[in-house]
């Protein structure tokens, strides 16, 4: 039976594959079934491999949580993602859950980082995005998503995050922590953005005033101002969120913020939220390294096209997905 009044609230819908058998999730889950939230295991009772199975076998692919429950959803995903991506059946499961839980914390946290607690929830997911991402690099197909609809923020950030975490794993010298730092940096690199109302972020650029272009612009000072204001302190993630979009003139702009700024400008140009059709992945590369007048190091340019061009599976509706040869010449011809 429903939970009395149930039916009234506001839920989050998560997928199957985010329970792992015989754990204890501390969230009320609930099935949709005709028209209506059921109450389907207590937050304190274990759902076993059995139940699980017996789900899938009825097609029901989600379940979902009392939105006033997130955050103990959140502290279960965290803690549970690893061996939930340990027990997909394939590669493309495995994207699918490492895009989906880390919209699903970025969802509710990105805009509402008000303390440590808060940003260390984002990095428990970012660390695991990292280490998967960098040991097993044909994921990142899976895991990028072209931006469409109301969420466009939060599939850029974990765009974002994806490729820098590739591109920096291919630069030598770099320890784990600075990996680290780097993926959880780049997922909260557009915080300044996050309180924006997307009437203005997702207006087109021409149609914004010269002063709505200025606060825009100011974002990363602002995100950075936030994160240092919930009690952030790690140097990286900070320069990191600060500097994504370039220094003064004169200043050299650190490794890590340069990682960041290419994969940022990569996916706005590889992205359906653009304006009109999105560019390509080597239309997009051909812009940055030939219009972009040196803003880019060539040498992290050429380990990043040598990343694209040496994944073996592509999914293809992924941005990464290559364009046709007739395609590039057009694209090279018109630059």
């Not at 501390?26 to 009772?45: F, K, P, T």
């Not at 991506?85 to 946290?109: F, G, K, M, Y």
Request: proline letters at 4%.
């Amino acid at each position: 039976m429903p939970e009395e009044g149930a039916e009234h609230a506001e839920y989050i819908s998560i997928p199957r594959e985010f329970i792992s058998p015989d754990s204890v999730t501390g969230a009320h889950l609930y099935v949709h079934v005709g028209g209506r939230y059921v109450l389907y295991r207590s937050g304190h009772e274990p759902i076993d491999a059995e139940a699980l199975a017996k789900l899938k076998s009825r097609s029901i692919n989600s379940l979902y949580v009392l939105a006033e429950q997130r955050n103990q959803l959140e502290e279960y995903v965290v803690k549970h993602l690893r061996s939930v991506i340990a027990s997909a059946t394939d590669s493309a499961q495995a994207s699918r859950v490492i895009r989906d839980a880390t919209r699903a914390v970025l969802r509710s946290t990105l805009g509402n980082i008000d303390t440590i607690d808060d940003f260390e929830r984002l990095r428990g997911v970012s660390d695991v995005l990292t280490d998967k991402i960098a040991n097993s690099q044909s994921l990142l197909s899976g895991v990028v998503r072209f931006a469409e609809g109301d969420e466009r923020l939060l599939t850029h950030a974990a765009n974002v995050a994806a490729y820098s975490v590739v591109l920096a794993s291919r630069i030598p010298g770099l320890s784990s922590d600075e990996l680290s730092s780097i993926g959880v940096g780049a997922l909260v690199h557009d915080t300044g953005l996050s309180t924006v109302d997307p009437e203005l972020l997702y207006k087109p650029d021409e149609e914004r005033t010269d002063l709505e272009r200025y606060f825009l612009g100011r974002h990363p000072g602002r995100g950075a101002a936030q994160l240092e204001q919930a009690g952030v302190d790690d140097p990286i993630v900070l320069d990191i969120v600060r500097h994504h979009h370039g220094v003064a003139d004169g200043e050299q702009l650190s490794l890590p913020a340069q990682v960041v700024q290419l994969a940022d400008v990569f996916d706005s140009l590889t992205s359906q939220s653009r304006q009109g059709a999105p560019n390509g992945p080597f239309a997009a590369l051909y812009d940055m390294r030939h219009r972009a007048n040196g803003r880019f190091s060539p040498e992290l340019i050429r380990e990043f096209v040598l990343t694209l061009g040496s994944m073996t599976e592509v999914v293809a509706d992924s941005p990464v997905a290559p364009l046709s040869r007739r395609r590039v010449r057009a694209n090279a011809s018109a630059a």
